[in-house]
């Protein structure tokens, strides 16, 4: 019963992320984008435009620095693949760059894109690049055709790397501000997100994004 509670309550957390992914991936200006093969691009937000919500309360804005390196250590979670194997944020530091792109098993132009994204991470030594999926609308716990489904897609993209089920832990880590699938977050070794990218892209676009910020 506290289970069956526990599922009901992150349901109604997801809605309001559910209900803006439902329309075609996307909100308006997302579906207007993908019609037109605009992809929407958004630098990762890290309260720069108002001091005082990040919490710039003096004029040495110490207090903002220690919010801004605090951001990776924000990044906490401990969620499930579909394999069953257990990941927290330490999966971070196996590479220099993590791309963690949420999708979603009715988005077109998630599964459109995932093909390309599995040879990209078959392209980089580990050590560099890892790519880890996040299925936004299939839950830890769900029903086993959920997870076969999400997993039968998978095989079938051939986009052969880590899928995290959503959980309560996930969700507050990196979905919160989640309005649109797909969405793609940059993550280097220290669990900084460095970049985001909102809808899809094709393999030299991602490949240039990548390499742009490896070099970095």
Known sequence: MRKRKYYMCLSLCLLSVTMGMLGGCG????????????????????????????????????????????????????????????VTEEVFADSRLTMVNVWATYCNPCLSEMPELGELAGEYATEEFQII???????????LENTVYAATLVEQTGAAYPHLLLNESLFNAMLSGVS?????????????????????????????????????
Request: hydrophobic letters at 35%; aromatic letters at 4%.
């Open 27 to 86: 909100g308006k200006e997302q579906n207007e984008a993908a019609q037109t093969g605009e992809v929407v691009v958004e630098e990762a937000d890290t309260g720069a435009d108002s001091g005082e919500e990040a919490g710039a309360t003096d004029e040495t804005g110490e207090e903002a620095e220690a919010d801004k390196a605090g951001q990776s250590a924000g990044i906490a979670f401990e969620a499930q693949d579909l394999e069953g194997n257990i």
């Open 180 to 216: 649109a699938v797909p969405t793609t977050f940059f993550v280097d070794e220290n669990g900084e997100v460095l970049d985001t990218v909102v809808g899809a892209m094709d393999k030299d676009s991602w490949k240039e994004k990548i390499d742009g910020l490896l070099k970095e």
């Open 133 to 143: 999926g996040i299925i936004s609308d299939v839950q830890e716990g769900a029903e």
